[in-house]
């Protein structure tokens, strides 16, 4: 009935086109190179019990090939075969046949997947299953070779080999005979990635072929001949050190495991890359992995060789249209930033579309700003009318402010959330099939929550053709919760790769310092400045740049002198100790800027024009503190965070809070009306403290509040309402603080849901608006309060109603008198009186609470109200009417929101009126439009009666039963949801559908419990029902049995519910015609 936490579902990233869709157009699309994944109409399916997916498994990957019903028993069951094993195999075949074309009758054989007398046989045409597709490929390959074409064929056997996504089948154990099946795919591989390897080598174009022959090495760490072609075309790319030491990796590995030498096709590789030179002639003009990469590392970056390799190896997956996801981490000023610069130098010369978004420390930083920067220049690059497109959607409310009403403020519906993610993906996906994409996001331990929500999301699906590479910090700070959620979930997926920075060795410091003073520092400096700088190449810099400067290095000292600053910070302050008044005053204001500081705003904070400011900053660059943006000339930017957080160290307190309030204002002159800094704005506001008028500030923080919602970051636009709300209080500004919390109430619900603190927030609403005499405003508040109290099943949850009910009974406005029939309904429905509830909500006559389309809120009372109507009508016994209501309501197949409160209600009154195949075309209909997706909160209910459907047809009840328990348990149990006592009663249905008594006691326990606990009764007809249903299946006398069931039927008509009642005399009826004598 009322929504509570959301249950994430896994997904797959799909590849669109130009139009959004999967690459092969509207159709089927099956995998089995990698593991099994089916898609129709871009949609990805679920292929249905493991046993059954196998079965598909086999099937394609003999496809063209019968197999006898027989031999599949043997492949699935081995030596353990059931009883039932043919039948099942027969059930299994005509749900494939379902899956593959939903439109195949009951009993229809299709168009894939054939009978050939006792044996099934699976057809695909071309460009279906990518088995066949890759088949026809090397054949076209090898056609165009035997015909001297050599670049079409290496063209062909490059696009071939993209399709592998690991081993053949990967995800299933295969048993003795099925092994076989599956190794003879991974050889075909194999074979066509030697063939491919030797034919790139021989046109020097090694470094396509590389990340197939990658994935083949990975599959098979003992297969001789692939490792030797790996390292032969490492070799030929340049990478002479990568293909050593694999060759020493592959001899070690033989030697532990098998203790065998290397043979002859390893020994010859090895051989050949050790007489190439250090750099090889690759001819590629975009190569940047071979010769030239090695050279330019050697010549900027110092002891990160093993690193790049790593992130060229993600980076070049998007060249053969794979995924990938990096993770480098480290300590502040290890090099993560200067790491990602060279791989996006690399990438960008191999041709890739290269797009930055960096994180920024501080509550000022807009949220979503990495965000922000990423996905500007993607829509940039695409075609004129679809940049128009995504710009007009949620998607351009991120990038574009839009014009928001204070008076009327707006937040977006639940299922905004999902859509902007889903679009993200699809975009990203767009510009990734016009060109590979490597997408890096800098100082990930300052993203906020929606920043990093997103980022999760789009790494679990990732279009083909795109990388992702972040960067973070490991410690100061050390990542937060979210943070390490999300590289919890991150290191989960295929093709993941974390890197963690060490500290540089003595040699490595070494070479850095030689690099930095321009001559050999000696052992005893050398040695010196490792101890000091713990090998932090950052400190390393800037400790051999002070000790240059200051002489010691020239004089020829033998050690690092005494005195020399400890740390960054330390040597950060040395350098402002030089500095004039002025010239310090405004590192101290650009410091609480950010770590990019606009010139413009700098002047104007600091009180002087843009030519003196420069004029002022010329020291501040001399030292190195500040540095010019090449991008950007009317910005500088910090050196490194290190500086910008040494200078705020510095500044005092007193100074701080003077500051911010200058960069405010100079902030509201010169971005008049500019919603892009709002969040920057009430920030630095709320930063100057009482220096600030609160009015100002709580009105700064509520204009920022709105625009992070409007960008889906609630738990941003939270923070900065909370706020607002806070200081209008202290203040005593009633209609303001007001009018914060009705848009807070709604935020607070997107981001948390009901829980404490929205109660509280929803209390002091109603309050002041009471106090202000505003009625219909306090009502609402309250009503929603008490839709919280149903939601969580707060014990004394009657009392919200009560109030609202009294409340509407004593007003003469008409929406409260309509809140208050609502309230009235919602209880008794509640309490199990289903005849008083459908009185209170059916009344002819009434109005429906009416607000407007920016103060419906989470709740949508109108709609909610048709929808808690129509279960209540379906219970009170007019099954039709309620699925009509269902769907005049709430259909829309292109709002995954209104498409899952469509799939929610109908597939209650379907479970309620025991109708499974209901319920199964309900739930269907909602996996097939995405809307599974989309996260919202009611989709664990749903899938609750998506497993009661199946095991009540049969489809492995005993399994289902069990994954809806702990559903139940993950979902439902803590916090306490609605509905607990009714679905433990569905378990317990389910486990009878499997012929387990026992279990379906425990579940009637566990309802019967909850019906105690929490007082929520309208299922109570049903339970009894259930029970004497336990009783007949345990072989009670039918006395006992009937007396059990009559008393259902009997409680059921009592309180309206006649719907369950009809279902006792359903099984009283057949109690009756199994004992004809009674």
């Not at 990478?239 to 030498?261: H, I, M, P, Y």
């Not at 090695?294 to 093993?306: C, K, M």
């Not at 690092?560 to 005053?585: E, I, K, N, Q």
């Not at 990019?596 to 024009?609: K, Y």
Request: proline fraction near 5%; charged fraction near 20%.
């Amino acid at each position: 009935m009322f929504s509570g936490v959301g249950v994430a579902l896994p997904v797959h990233p799909v590849r669109p086109d130009d139009e959004g869709r999967p690459v092969g157009g509207v159709g089927l699309r099956l995998q089995v190179l990698g593991p099994l994944r089916v898609w129709r109409d871009g949609v990805e399916l679920d292929t249905g019990p493991r046993q059954q997916a196998y079965l598909l498994a086999l099937l394609l990957a003999q496809v063209g090939r019968p197999i006898s019903a027989s031999a599949l028993i043997d492949l699935i069951w081995g030596d353990d075969v059931p009883s039932s094993a043919l039948n099942v195999i027969q059930k299994y075949v005509g749900a494939l046949r379902r899956l593959l074309e939903p439109a195949v009758p009951s009993r229809g054989t299709g168009s894939y997947l054939h009978r050939r007398g006792n044996a099934y046989l699976f057809t695909a045409p071309s460009g279906m299953l990518d088995l066949v597709a890759f088949r026809e490929l090397v054949e076209t390959a090898k056609e165009a070779l035997a015909q001297h074409r050599h670049e079409t064929a290496l063209d062909r056997y490059i696009e071939a080999l993209g399709l592998w996504q690991g081993r053949a089948g990967s995800g299933f154990t295969h048993g003795p005979t099925a092994l076989p099946i599956f190794a003879a795919l991974d050889d075909e591989f194999h074979a066509a990635c030697a063939a491919a390897a030797e034919l790139a080598m021989s046109l020097r174009r090694p470094v396509p072929v590389l990340p197939a022959v990658r994935l083949a090495a990975s599959m098979a760490p003992f297969h001789e001949p692939v490792q030797a072609s790996l390292i032969a075309i490492l070799g030929a790319a340049g990478r002479r050190a990568e293909a050593l030491s694999a060759f020493r990796t592959v001899r070690d590995c033989l030697a532990d495991e098998l203790g065998v030498e290397p043979g002859p096709a390893l020994q010859a590789a090895y051989l050949q890359v050790l007489a190439q030179p250090a750099t090889s002639s690759v001819v590629t003009g975009a190569d940047v992995g071979g010769a030239a990469a090695s050279a330019r590392a050697a010549a900027g970056l110092v002891g990160r060789a093993e690193e790049l390799a790593v992130l060229r190896q993600a980076v070049e997956m998007a060249l053969t249209g794979r995924s990938a996801l990096a993770i480098v981490e480290g300590e502040p000023g290890v090099g993560k930033t200067r790491l990602l610069q060279e791989t996006a130098v690399e990438a960008s010369q191999l041709g890739q579309f290269v797009v930055w978004g960096s994180c920024l420390e501080g509550d000022g930083t807009p949220s979503m700003w990495p965000w922000e920067q990423a996905l500007r220049p993607i829509l940039d690059s695409l075609p004129p009318p679809l940049r128009e497109k995504w710009l007009a959607s949620d998607l351009g409310g991120l990038l574009e402010p839009r014009n928001d009403s204070a008076a009327a403020p707006t937040v977006p519906d639940s299922g905004a959330q999902f859509r902007l993610l889903e679009q993200v993906v699809t975009v990203v996906g767009l510009a990734s099939a016009q060109r590979p994409t490597l997408l890096i996001l800098d100082d990930l331990q300052w993203a906020d929550t929606a920043s990093l929500q997103l980022f999760g999301h789009l790494a679990a699906r990732l279009p083909a053709g795109t990388v992702i590479i972040g960067a973070l910090r490991d410690r100061a700070p050390v990542p937060g919760s979210d943070l390490s959620r999300v590289l919890a979930a991150a290191s989960r997926l295929p093709d993941h790769r974390r890197i963690r920075l060490g500290p540089l060795g003595l040699t490595e410091v070494t070479e850095l310092i030689r690099r930095e003073i321009g001559q050999d520092p000696g052992a005893d400096v050398a040695r010196g400045v490792h101890t000091r700088t713990a090998g932090n190449p950052f400190f390393v810099r800037e400790l051999s740049r002070l000790l240059s400067d200051g002489g010691s290095l020239r004089d020829g000292e033998a050690a690092v002198p005494a005195g020399v600053p400890a740390t960054v910070r330390d040597v950060v302050r040395d350098r402002m100790a030089g500095l004039d008044d002025s010239a310090r005053d405004l590192l101290h204001v650009a410091a609480l800027i950010g770590r990019d500081v606009d010139l413009a705003l700098l002047a104007a904070a600091g009180g002087v024009d843009v030519a003196d400011c420069l004029e002022r900053l010329e020291p501040l660059q001399a030292l190195g503190l500040l540095e010019t943006k090449p991008e950007s000339p009317h910005s500088l930017r910090f050196a490194h965070d290190l500086v910008r957080e040494s200078v705020t160290e510095t500044t005092t307190r007193q100074q701080t809070v003077h500051l911010h309030l200058l960069v405010a204002d100079a902030l509201e002159r010169i971005h008049v009306d500019d919603e892009s800094v709002a969040e920057r704005l009430a920030y630095h506001l709320w930063a100057a403290g009482p220096l600030a008028d609160p009015a100002r500030t709580a009105q700064a923080l509520a204009r920022a509040g709105r625009r992070a919602a409007t960008k889906l970051a609630f738990a941003a636009a939270a923070r900065h309402l909370e706020s607002a709300a806070q200081i209008a209080r202290t203040a005593g500004l009633r209609d303001l603080e007001l009018s914060v919390l009705s848009l807070l109430t709604l935020v607070a619900s997107r981001h948390a849901g009901y829980g404490g603190s929205t109660f509280d927030l929803l209390e002091r609403a109603e309050y002041l608006a009471r106090m202000l005499g505003r009625e219909t405003q306090a009502v609402h508040f309250l009503f929603v309060r008490m839709v919280g109290a149903y939601t969580s099943i707060e014990k004394d949850r009657g009392r919200w109603a009560r109030r609202v009910y009294e409340q509407g009974q004593a007003s003469a406005d008409p929406i409260v008198q309509a809140y208050g029939r609502h309230a009235w309904g919602l209880y008794q429905w509640d309490i199990g009186n289903i005849g008083e509830a459908y009185r209170f909500f059916s009344e002819q006559g009434h109005t429906s609470p009416r607000h407007g389309a920016g103060d419906r809120g989470p709740w949508k009372v109108p709609n909610e109200r048709i929808g808690w109507l129509a279960v209540i009508t379906a219970l009170h016994g007019d099954v039709e009417t309620a699925r009509s209501a269902i769907d005049k309501a709430y259909l829309a197949d292109e709002d995954l929101f209104a498409m899952s409160a469509w799939a929610y209600y109908h597939t209650m009154a379907a479970s309620m009126a025991g109708d499974a195949p209901w319920v199964m075309r309900a739930a269907e209909r909602w996996i097939a439009a995405g809307a599974d997706r989309s996260g919202v909160a009611q989709e664990h209910y749903i899938w609750l009666d998506w497993h009661w459907a199946c095991a009540i047809t049969g489809d492995d009840p005993a399994g289902k039963a069990a994954e809806a328990e702990q559903l139940l348990a993950a979902t439902l149990l803590d916090p306490p949801r609605w509905g607990i006592a009714y679905h433990y009663g569905l378990i317990a249905e389910m486990w009878l559908a499997a012929d387990m008594t026992d279990a379906a006691a425990t579940a009637l326990d566990r309802a019967d419990q909850a019906l105690t606990t929490y007082g929520q009764r309208f299922a109570e007809g049903l339970l009894l029902l259930l029970r004497a249903r336990l009783l007949h299946a345990r072989g009670e006398p039918v006395d006992v049995v009937r007396a059990a069931a009559e008393a259902a039927r009997a409680r059921s008509d009592e309180r309206g519910a006649h719907l369950f009642a009809r279902r006792s005399e359903r099984f009283l009826a057949e109690i009756d015609q199994q004992s004809p004598d009674i």
